[in-house]
T-cell receptor, first 114, second 113 residues
Framework: DAGVTQSPTHLIKTRGQHVTLRCSPI?????VSWYQQVLGQGPQFIFQYYEKEERGRGNFPDRFSARQFPNYSSELNVNALLLGDSALYLCASSLEVFSNQPQHFGDGTRLSIL | GESVGLHLPTLSVQEGDNSIINCAYS??????FIWYKQESGKGPQFIID?????DKRQGQRVTVLLNKTVKHLSLQIAATQPGDSAVYFCAESYYNQGGKLIFGQGTELSVKP
């Protein structure tokens, strides 16, 4: 079975641009979460979506937004990119939205801002 | 505040030895804990999880111990192999935060042949 898939794998943007990152969850998983991982640190929670609704949001500015589609895939959008947005963006999926369930991660999108 | 920390940022072991990676968590309300392995260029890979109503859980070559009294979590890897070399993260969550995972900094495990 396919795991969590993310696209693109790498992306280079310049300051002020916007970016859209995509994620397809494991088949049967209804919840998708997004994390940002800066080099040398653990992932930081950005959003969680379940049944197309936002169920949680981390401490990120409004430049970050996301949505989930009827097929449970998801997009993360970042506007007005800053140099500090350079990071690995990870998508994770789980069966449901509750805790006590493992989240499974994709290999991420490496975003570089010039 | 919300944080999950690791005592040792790096750990070097000989192939065949047992490895122990430690983690301290700060939120006594956390009820679910996960260990992840992250290899270079890859996303975190699920290793093992444990719920707060358990003290110990075993998997294949791995054991997770939970001490709620001192808010401490550990991952034991038996007969460590070169393929175990990676960064290991512990993460916590609690029910009223849904599935939000709080990660620690990570411990880099290096296995010497």
């Amino acid at each position: 079975d396919a795991g969590v898939t993310q696209s693109p794998t790498h992306l280079i943007k310049t300051r002020g641009q916007h970016v859209t990152l995509r994620c397809s969850p494991i088949s049967g998983h209804k919840s998708v979460s997004w994390y940002q991982q800066v080099l040398g640190q653990g992932p930081q929670f950005i959003f969680q979506y379940y049944e197309k609704e936002e169920r949680g949001r981390g401490n990120f500015p409004d430049r970050f937004s996301a949505r989930q589609f009827p097929n449970y895939s998801s997009e993360l959008n970042v506007n007005a990119l800053l140099l500090g947005d350079s990071a690995l963006y990870l998508c994770a999926s789980s069966l449901e939205v509750f805790s006590n369930q493992p989240q499974h991660f994709g290999d991420g999108t490496r975003l570089s801002i010039l | 505040g919300e944080s999950v920390g690791l005592h040792l940022p790096t750990l070097s072991v000989q192939e065949g030895d047992n490895s122990i990676i430690n983690c301290a968590y700060s939120n006594s309300a956390s009820d679910y804990f996960i260990w992840y392995k992250q290899e270079s260029g890859k996303g975190p890979q699920f290793i093992i999880d444990i719920r707060s109503n358990m003290d110990k859980r075993q998997g294949q070559r791995v054991t997770v111990l939970l001490n709620k009294t001192v808010k401490h979590l550990s991952l034991q890897i038996a007969a460590t192999q070169p393929g175990d070399s990676a960064v290991y993260f512990c993460a916590e969550s609690y029910y009223n935060q849904g599935g939000k995972l709080i990660f620690g900094q990570g411990t880099e495990l290096s296995v010497k042949p």
